[in-house]
């Protein structure tokens, strides 16, 4: 008895100091000196759906000036897509050494790293069974708006915030739509930039995408095809018209100038 007294201590021991080691690796501070690969590295992190994000920058960089929550926003603001709607909350913390400061993150995402992969591979399968040959990309759109038109329908509860919910449930909000549809388009060689802002009578906010058909981009609203009286009579109209106000990052000249015909 007191043999397997003592086997089970240790076995419990062994555990803990595993999980230690596990906690330590997770949070393991990493040094930058680019405020190039500083983004890079977080945005890797947050499309791998990781928790903790911890790193170390000099007070040289631009961004050692910044908030915690500052800083993320800044680095998920260059993502056009899955990482930065990805995330959905946190804390931050910031600080100070005498040469350098540290950023700690613990992160909450709409989904799990699992649930992305589902997501990926649904959409594959979603592509795989259209017949695609000889289409142009308006083509492969029109068949896209055929698919969320008989699919897809609105989440009234509001709660449904991610592409996997729309993939598997055919329910979405209009992030989750265009979340899901963006992951459609990829499927399909298109690319596409999200778009986010308020709608003008309501202040409710909204996102929908833009999509790029030849050397021009065009808007594509994925909600207004989910309805029960789907708006079949233009799938690249402005979704909303002139009600729907993009947040001012949409506005500058230069991503007017990077997006064109938008």
């Excluded at 963006?182 to 930039?193: K, P």
């Excluded at 309501?202 to 050397?215: P, Q």
Aim: proline fraction near 3%; aromatic fraction near 8%; include cysteine.
């Amino acid at each position: 008895m007191k043999q397997l007294h003592k086997t089970t201590i240790f076995t419990i021991i062994s555990i803990i100091f595993a999980i230690y080691l596990a906690q330590a690796a997770a949070a393991e501070t990493k040094a930058f000196s680019s405020s190039e690969e500083l983004s890079a590295y977080i945005l890797q992190l947050v499309a791998a759906r990781e928790e903790k994000i911890s790193v170390s920058i000099p007070k040289t960089l631009p961004e050692a000036g910044m908030r915690g929550s500052e800083l993320l926003r800044y680095v998920l603001g260059r993502d056009s897509g899955q990482a930065r709607w990805g995330y959905s909350g946190g804390s931050a913390t910031k600080i100070t050494r005498s040469d350098h400061v540290v950023f700690e993150y613990r992160l909450i995402y709409h989904t799990t790293k699992a649930q992305d992969e589902q997501a990926r591979k649904l959409a594959a399968g979603i592509v795989a069974g259209w017949d695609t040959e000889g289409l142009d990309e308006r083509g492969k759109m029109g068949l896209l708006k055929a698919y969320i038109s008989a699919n897809w329908r609105y989440d009234e509860t509001l709660s449904l915030m991610d592409a996997h919910s729309t993939l598997t449930r055919g329910r979405g909000t209009c992030l989750g739509m265009t979340m899901a549809a963006q992951l459609i388009l990829d499927e399909l060689g298109i690319a596409s930039q999200t778009v986010h802002g308020t709608i003008a009578k309501t202040g409710e906010l909204h996102i929908r995408l833009l999509v790029k058909l030849g050397e021009l981009w065009h808007t594509f609203d994925p909600t207004l095809l989910a309805r029960p009286t789907p708006d079949l009579s233009d799938y690249l109209k402005q979704g909303h018209g002139t009600q729907f106000v993009p947040d001012a990052e949409y506005q500058t000249d230069a991503f007017k100038k990077s997006h064109p015909n938008t």
